[in-house]
Structures are given as C-alpha cells and as structure tokens.
C-alpha cells in the first residue's frame, strides 16, 4: 500500500553539521522548519491529487476515502513511478500520494524527476518503510512529507493539506528516525575502516561474493564475514548494498 505515516516533525535543525553523516545532514537541512499538523488548514477550493501506488486494491482505498471528503479531488492514480510522473505533469494536482517500491518506476526516481522538470506538485510519500534508507533519499529527492500507511484518516487528511501548502510534515515515527541519523557521528573517510576492511568493502562493490573475495585476498569465508560484521558496525549498516552506498557517501570508496 501506498505507505503512510503522518505526523509531524519538530525541527530537525542544526547543532554542528560538520559532525553529521552528509545525507542526514542534507535531509535535516530539507526539513529545517517542520511542524505538527494544524488543527485545521482551510482552503477555497479542492486539494487536488494524483495517487501513486503499485496496488489496486490499496488505490481504490485511498480514492474511496478522498472522495467522501469535498475537500479533495482525486485526478487520477498511477501504478509506478513512469506513469506518476507523467500523470502528474498532465494533470498537475497539487499533490501526489506516492509509494516507494513499486516495480514500474520507484517512488524516489518519480520524485527526483519531478523536481528536475520543475512540477508544482508537492510530493507526499505515503508507505510502509520507516528505515533511515528509505527517508533520506526520498527527502534528498524533493518530497514534501513523509508519512506511514499506518497513520490516522485525519492525520493523512492534514498531512495532504498542509503539503499542498508547501509545508513539511513527518509522522511522529520518521522524525525520529532523521533525528537519530542527523545526531549519530559521522564515521571519518578512510579514518575508521581498517586496511583489510576497506579492502573487502572495495571487493563488495565490485560485486564478488564472499567466496570470491576470500580466493582474492587469500583468507578463510570466515574471516570475510567477521570482516564484513565489523565493517557493518562501523558505517552503521545492516548489508552489503547499504554498505557500499554509506562508502561512497562517506568518501571511503573513491
């Protein structure tokens, strides 16, 4: 389902950035100013919205719901990202619900995409994935809030009238997660990552397995893993991919 949280983010603002991991720092530099749904945000006329979401069943929901509300009109809905972004600059609405795994074009290249073309649509994701690799990227890219599918009618309902007016809003649950990101030291480029890690994290991106790293640097699959465990702890991620991703970001790969 198109995921949802809604909420609202304090101010995720600055203490001193230059010790902050450099995505969540430009992710609290995006949401700089976020504040808690308004009672009531009135408007004169319609939100508009265009729903994106791999699943049926999950847009006739989200249209259902709108629809019994004259404060919103839904102009049409998407099943991936491609057809989104295309739908949005015909259509124009105010704001797009958008999901971010969907197999037809993900929720953060459509959102990138429409910042890059200049769309007046505000972006408001709506889906199940709360992690630190979901949110940042999807903020990075443009999107105006970021909520769970699990929030409230009424806070979903706030959260896309305050997006179309342009203002950031955040379930309670994300906030707290960027907040835990901006916060977490940064980890030195090349300063924490022995000689052998950074070896076996080279030997990841190129896409060897753990069998063919140990042939390459001439140890036991073992001792890769425990390598590989170690790396983990210190770039503060759960897998190879995000691995990788969190050295490039942080300069260890070049």
Sequence with gaps: MAEREAATGGNVTSEDMSTRPEAARRAAERLDGARDFPDDVGTCRPVT????????????????????????????????????????????????????????????EAIAELSRLGARAKVLVLTTYDTASDTIPAIEAGATGYLLKDAPREDLFAAVRAAAEGRTVLSPAVASR?????????????????????????????????????????????????????????????????????????????
């Excluded at 929901?61 to 989104?84: I, K, Q, T, W, Y």
């Excluded at 990101?181 to 753990?210: F, H, Q, Y």
């Design 178 to 254: 960027l907040v835990s990101a901006v916060r977490k030291p940064a980890v030195p480029a090349g300063g924490t990552l022995s000689a052998r890690e950074r070896e076996v994290v080279e030997l990841v991106a190129k896409g060897m397995s753990n069998r063919e790293i140990a042939r390459e640097l001439f140890i036991s699959e073992a001792t890769v893993k425990t390598h590989l465990t170690h790396l983990y702890g210190k770039l503060g991620v759960k897998d190879r991919a995000a691995a990788v991703a969190v050295a490039y970001d942080r300069g260890i790969l070049g």
């Design 49 to 108: 919205l265009l729903i994106v979401d791999d699943h049926p069943v999950v847009r006739d929901g989200l249209r259902g719901m709108f629809a019994a509300d004259p404060g919103f009109d839904v102009l049409g809905e998407a099943s991936g990202g491609v057809e989104g972004v295309r739908l949005a600059l015909r259509l124009d609405p105010d704001v797009v619900l958008m999901d971010l795994r969907m197999p037809a074009g993900s929720g953060v």
